[in-house]
């Protein structure tokens, strides 16, 4: 193991602080990095989170556009869900991409992971490009209002680039698309 990947954190105590269906939060009373006491919260998500960048044959791609209770505000975003981790990945992102734009996907290919905020959870997102499109009916969930929009990919890249799309698994899937778009070019 190198020694920049040992952990340089020492746990003395902990506690879970909340639970709920969905999440759990604890509380560590640590040692830290460069040996002061401290304390430090985790939020562990029981779910991974999975999303679905569309594509179509002519290049366009689908938003969902929804209002966001932790920001306080209206989100544009690539159809997101959650996903059980007992299954895999992409059967979550199929049901999801059902759920919220009706589309569903003959070819998916994982497109990235990431830790959607690592310094003070573990969510792990996993994001799928969807296509070979057959449109259904959207059945969204019973919390959710969602408006959805079939844009141009090169139009909701510029979205991105003006900082008009925020959502970070949105942002980190359109970008890693237009840059393998560029790179085959």
């Known amino acids: 193991m190198d020694k920049e990947s040992k952990n340089p954190w020492k746990i003395l105590s902990q506690k879970e602080t909340y639970d709920n269906s ?7 009373d640590v040692i830290n990095p460069s040996g002061g006491k401290g304390i430090y919260g985790k939020v562990h998500f029981k779910g991974i989170a999975v999303g679905i960048l569309v594509l179509d044959e002519n290049n366009y791609t689908y938003l969902v556009g929804q209002y966001r209770f932790p920001v306080n505000e209206y989100s544009w975003e690539i159809p997101e869900g959650g996903g059980d981790p007992r299954i895999p990945a992409v059967e979550s992102a199929q049901r999801e991409l059902l759920e919220e734009t009706g589309l569903v996907a003959k070819e998916w290919t994982e497109l990235l992971r990431m830790h959607l905020s690592n310094s003070v ?3 792990l997102a996993v994001i799928f490009v969807a296509s070979g499109l057959e449109q259904k009916t959207p059945i969204p969930e019973e919390t959710e209002k969602l408006v959805i929009k079939k844009m141009p990919f090169e139009e909701v890249y510029q979205l991105v680039k003006a900082g008009q799309i925020t959502d970070s698994m ?12 560029l790179e085959k070019d």
Not at 22 to 28: A, L, Y
Not at 170 to 181: D, E, G, H, N, R
Request: proline share 0%; aromatic share 10%; no cysteine.
């Open 22 to 28: 969905w999440i759990n939060v604890t509380e560590f």
């Open 121 to 123: 959870t573990d969510e």
């Open 170 to 181: 949105s942002v980190a899937a359109i970008q890693k698309m237009k840059l393998l778009m």
